[in-house]
């Protein structure tokens, strides 16, 4: 199947993985690009937002960029993917350095599991069982490292994860939102299918 009539537009706010990701993109057989121009950016059919690092300075950089209010207008009409940081930003508030608003696409909080916790490496992500839609299989492994963690309302899970017995999201939707708490973009084989699948569960949506 050729993608060439899709274009993946990659916000660039200073927080991500962006040519690993915008490579990885491109041999999925999509067209993308990096960029935050408001412009360029409306013309992609899909956005991501990729993301490493903090929470406050994520939202600063978003504001810093004046996006902040394109990113919601855009999601009035399109979809978008959110990837750890990226997906975190969805959500009402975090406490990460200091309380900071999100985006508050998402109603839900992120949190830390613990002071100096963190969960780094492969792990497993499962389905919900009676999920709306299952974009992996039953479980499958994926990369993750990140400290802090969303705390949402159940109906928009429908993969989750484990830290030290405590499960939480791992994979959230609400409309054409999806995101992801792991790095697809650094899962390798595995990554690389729940994009494809993702991509063309919310471009054919």
């Known amino acids: 199947m050729v993608y ?30 990096i960029s935050n121009n408001k412009s360029r950016l409306l013309g992609a059919d899909l956005m991501i937002l990729p993301g490493v690092g903090n929470f406050s300075f994520a939202m600063q950089q978003l504001r810093n960029l004046k996006i902040t209010q394109f990113i919601k207008d855009y999601s009035k009409n399109k979809p978008i993917i959110g990837i750890c940081l990226g997906m975190q930003i969805f959500f009402s508030t975090s406490n990460e350095t200091k309380k900071t608003k999100g985006l508050n696409l998402i109603k839900g909080d992120v949190k830390n599991f613990g002071k100096n916790k963190c969960k780094v490496g492969w792990d497993t992500c499962e389905n ?35 830290f030290e017995k405590k499960k939480y ?37």
């Open 128 to 162: 919900i069982k009676n999920a709306s839609i299952n974009l992996i299989s039953e479980k499958q492994f994926f990369y993750f490292n990140h400290t802090f963690f969303a705390s949402t309302e159940n109906k928009y899970v429908i993969a989750y994860s484990y």
């Open 169 to 205: 999201p791992a994979i959230i939707r609400k409309n054409n939102f999806i995101g992801f708490q792991f790095h697809p973009e650094k899962s390798q084989y595995n990554g690389k299918k729940l994009l494809k699948n993702t991509i063309e569960e919310l471009l054919n949506d």
């Open 4 to 33: 060439k009539k899709y274009s993946i537009g990659i916000l660039d706010y200073n927080c991500g993985n962006l040519n690993s990701l915008n490579s990885i993109i491109r041999s999925l057989g999509f067209i993308s690009f």
